[in-house]
Antibody
């Protein structure tokens, strides 16, 4: 069974840091791009960051560029998101998602259940 | 930044057909990239519903269908069922000067009357 399990969320003060992890299983992790997508309480989905299978291509949303850093460890089938200088507006449920690229289709076909990040003093 | 606009809500009685539109902003007019759709049931993670404009992953009922024309896409649900009550999001991919990014629609809540 393909599975993504996020961890590392919690309560942090503004300006603080947090590192999220995503453990993947049931598929060849090193064959696929991976993404982080977040959802603020009661709001829609927002793509945060993506990383190619070989870590050579990394992209960020403008809202997190310079503060967040995505990484992966293919040997451990794990994805990470280092979040620094956190702001209250970063409060959200953070999902890990498996990426697919087929011709002109760029999408996510498997999602984890998410980990909650709350930024508050 | 590119935006995909969806109606906030649509509703229908069981058995009816409903459609959800997904319209690109002027900044991404003529996008060549495909549109995909996700279903988010209450309290659950998003689930891929339609990929590549009109393809269903294994296990998705054929009452769900998608289409794309120019800068607009749509999701149709025929034979609406109670279990279809959820939030639905379109998604596409765009390039910008600072690099590529993925964009989601504003989301549509489907209510079964």
């Amino acid at each position: 069974e393909v599975q993504l399990v996020e961890s590392g969320g919690g309560l942090v003060q503004p300006g603080g840091s947090l590192r999220l992890s995503c453990a993947a299983s049931g598929f060849s992790f090193d064959d696929y791009a991976m993404h982080w997508v977040r959802q603020s309480p009661g709001k829609g989905l927002e793509w945060v960051s993506g990383i190619s299978w070989d870590s050579k291509n990394i992209d960020y949303a403008d809202s997190v560029k310079g503060r967040f850093s995505i990484a992966r460890d293919n040997a451990e089938s794990s994805l990470y998101l280092q979040m620094n200088n956190l702001r209250p507006e970063d409060t959200a449920l953070y999902y890990c998602a498996k990426g697919r690229v087929v011709n002109l289709s760029y999408y996510m076909d498997v999602w984890g259940t998410g980990t909650t990040v709350t930024v508050s003093s | 930044q590119s935006v995909l606009t969806q109606p906030p809500s649509v509703s229908g009685a069981p058995g009816q057909r409903v459609t959800i539109s997904c319209t690109g902003s002027s900044s991404n007019s003529g996008s060549i990239y495909d549109v995909h759709w996700y279903q988010q049931l209450p309290g659950a993670a998003p689930k891929l519903l339609i990929y590549g404009n009109n393809n269903r992953p294994s296990g998705v009922p054929d009452r769900f269908s998608g289409s794309k024309s120019g800068t607009s896409a749509s999701l149709a649900i025929t034979g609406l069922q109670v279990e279809d009550e959820a939030d639905y999001y379109c998604q596409s991919y765009h390039f910008r000067l600072s690099g590529p990014y993925y964009v989601f629609g504003t989301g549509t809540k489907v209510t079964v009357l």
